[in-house]
């Protein structure tokens, strides 16, 4: 799926810098190559400060790592609110996937990526109905989430490995950390994973990395390619 079978996100004490997972970062706003045509696509969002990665193709599954919409960290981020901002993040995902021809999408984003896709879900979004499910992998918890109404039959999975709140613990003002909230303070997971209407389910990490094997894209997809 990618080329390191792990890739660890550490959190700073110094500056409480993230460093995200995968890409190389920089400040090029450029999207990376799709070369790949897949009627089964997982969607991968980095963190902040990481940036995306050309698509790849495995087992007849495109895995497409766009990059986010704005800098930061060196990097790249998203940028999901105001609501233009949001537009423009959610473009690029809808962009990437006409690209590489999907059918059936599964959005796996890790932290600032995982607030994003969390609000995607929250939004009611389906990618002109080909949107299966989302993990939401280790959250950056914010009021993203608020008034969430997710669209009916998207599957939705919440990891945590508890990291973010030892270092940032509910009620964090999200500016004097240099962290991407919307809403401005950190929220708690619980209340979060409420909005999502979802249990929280332990990351196997308990550093703040990314769980790049979730069994649930296989799982979603497998089930749709079965009804069609």
């Known amino acids: ?29 450029s999207q990376p190559a799709i070369e790949v045509q897949a009627e089964q696509c997982v969607v991968h969002l980095h963190g902040k400060g990481g940036s995306g990665q050309d698509a790849t193709l495995e087992d007849r599954v495109a895995h497409l790592r766009p990059s986010g919409n704005d800098e930061a960290w060196g990097g790249r981020q998203w940028s999901y609110f105001p609501d233009e901002a949001f537009a423009e993040a959610s473009a690029i995902v809808s962009a990437a996937v006409d690209a590489a021809g999907c059918e059936f999408v599964v959005l796996n984003g890790f932290s600032n990526g995982a607030a994003f896709v969390a609000k995607l879900v929250c939004s009611g979004t389906t990618l002109d109905e080909r949107l299966v499910g989302a993990v939401i992998d280790d959250p950056v918890a914010d009021l ?3 008034d969430c109404s997710p669209a009916p039959l998207v599957g939705t999975a919440l990891y945590w490995t508890g990291a973010l709140s030892e270092t ?7 500016s004097e950390i240099d962290w991407t909230c919307e809403g401005d303070t950190v929220t708690d997971i619980d209340t979060y994973a409420a909005a999502l209407g979802v249990e929280v389910t332990p990351s196997p990490f308990t550093d703040h990395e990314p769980y790049l094997d979730t069994p649930e894209p296989e799982t979603w997809l497998a089930l749709v390619a079965t009804a069609s």
């Open 1 to 29: 799926m990618v080329p390191m079978k792990r890739c660890v996100g550490m959190i700073a004490t110094a500056g409480l810098a993230l460093a995200a997972c995968g890409g190389s970062g920089g400040d090029d706003a």
């Open 144 to 146: 993203g989430v608020a």
């Open 168 to 174: 940032a613990p509910p009620g964090t003002d999200c």
